[in-house]
């Protein structure tokens, strides 16, 4: 039986079954030990395309994509799209259509406009990987974060999680929250008024939140941070300084959650803009095991949508 | 051959109240009586049982996108997709390019829907050259040439000092002014409605308040200036109570709404396909509610279709790219006979005056009532006829409508233009 994930591919997390993710992080959870053995490969993808398409800069997603490739035996074929066509005024649609010409199993794609991969899902029949559009998901991201969350955590239930700083132009926060909700977790959002629309509390009944970080992080079992997405915001919400004293995670606040707490980051980070030097190298920070855990997720998810 | 005989047909005239099975004779182009079983001599004949007889619907806001912009629209097409929809007057928007901010461009569409239009065009002249929003436009003189009102759509009069001079002038020469109500400022990279299906969405949101700001500033200057003052496709429900507000203080003031905005809801928005992508964008269910509570309590005071082509290649980008607008014409009759007639929301008479007397009476236009001596325009539809709405049949050059495959019940039949019969539906 072919699923909606194999027919449409990875859109978002919103419209995935609970029981469609718990599969994807029981396979990923396998594939984890496999990156201490850099030589290991399967043949599951043997003459499988997949074209990574980049419609914006990226470099760990990519990459941890091309290797998931790869390690499935699939043959990976990655296009940064401002170097390309792209750049010519050739549209969307004739990219794909062209893309789609030369018959790849799937397509793995990140955009800067919200909806672009649902877009095109509608005229492809290739499934299409959402890499990432705009300011709406990223849902590779957030079954990755689940993934080190549970290397930390017995489960996803119950735990109380704080996601802060720019939450209205973060995509990684709209699939974490979508993806945390499903499985009950309690989450609190929280940044600057501005970057922090009242309306995400519609988004699930487990939202809550606040504009004081203090609060936020209060017997926090995960606290995630946001990159400030400068090139998102269309008006500075405050000064850098500001919005640091404010809203960037210190150790003081590090002590306000549990004391086991996860401290996680999508990357890049910005040391002294979002968290300071000592919480991103401390004990609680599991940043690296983040990018580790994006390859095993990637595996399972192509694996998934094509095997 | 301007002599026509409908026959049979329920004739609805809310001028006057008629609402009887009689025959409407035009002659020579213009109606020249009403009643039971007309002369029995050699006419032609068209027979309308079973539908609904009634003036010639007028939609008061469409872009023809002539001059300047022909691959979407011409007025040769614009003015067929209205007779399909039931239309015998349309009134065509000034944002074209040039902009139609002089005579000369007035008289160059009044003499080209002369040539090629088989329905009524009367143009809307721009408020400030160019839509700029810094100096009023040639607004005299485009009066002479044929303008009935004056409109910035889609580039709204930031400036209100200009915004009343506006207003002055246009008491002076007896026409309107219509306004898009938005503040550019808070709508600014806007593309869907402000709310909680724009924060999932992750699309950047239009607030309800960048409308309803521009419509309070609107009314009062209308008092201020006591013109005459039309808000264009009015979406909130906010502007709804402003509009009930001010025509209660007696102000010369009205508004039209569109058949998407009562329709459908920004829930829509969640396949991110740009057909639903306009200017204002599609509200909630609580503005819905209170547009159609306006619309049946007599707020509204005309549907208007806001058709606004678009070529293919526009609406075919990322969301965030495309083009503000839809196609409407076609389906307006469609929309507003399933979700307001047969929903109980209105009666057929009162769906009639929104189409006839209401735009009309806005914009003094003689036309929109079946008496003796006036134009021969005349609108046939069936009230339960389901139909398919198909897109890709649309006699527009655009194709970007959200009501393609849209099921209706009731629609166009038949289309009269001073007893030219100028669109027949299909087989019937």
Redesign the interface.
Known sequence: MTTALQTAGLLDI?SLDRSEIESILERAHFFQPIQKESFRRFDTLRGKMIVNLFYEASTRTRVSFEIAARRLGADAVSIAAQASSVSKGE???DTLNTLAAMRPNAIVMR?S????P??LA?YLAIPIINAG?????HPTQALLDALTILGRRPKLEGLRVAIIGDI?HS?VA?SNIHLLAKFDAEIVLCGPPSLL?R??A??SPRVHLSYDINEAVRGADVIMMLRVQLERQ?EAPMSAGEYFRFYGLRPEHVARAKPDVIVMHPGPINRGRELSSEVADSQSSVILNQVENGIAVRMAVLERILA | MKDLLITGGRVIDPSSGLDVEQDVLIRDGRIEAIGPELPNEPIRRLDARGCVVAPGFIDMHVHLREPGIEHAETIESGARAAAAGGFTTICCMPNTLPVNDSATVTSYIVQRAREVAIVNVFPIGAITKGSLGEELAAIGSMREAGIVAISDDGRPVMNARIMRRAMELARALDIPVIDHCEDLNLS??GDMNE??E??????RGIPSASEEVMVARDLLLAEVTGARFHVAHLSTAHSVGMVAFAKARSLDVSCEVTPHHFAITDRKLA????NYKMKPPLRTQADIDAVIEGIATGVVDAIATDHAPHAG?EK??????CPFGITGLETAIGLSLTELVHKGRISVTRMVELFTTGPAGVLKLDRGALKGGAPGDVTIFDLEREWTYDAQQSLSKSRNSPFDGYRFRGGPIATVVAGEIVWQREGG
């Open positions: 919103e549209s969307l649609v955009h406009a919200s909806g672009a649902h877009f509608r559009d705009g300011t709406h998901e209205a995509r709209r629309p309306e995400l519609a988004l269309h | 600014s990279g709310g909680a724009s924060v999932r969405l992750g699309l396949t991110y396909d740009s290649s075919m980008q990322e969301f965030e790219r």
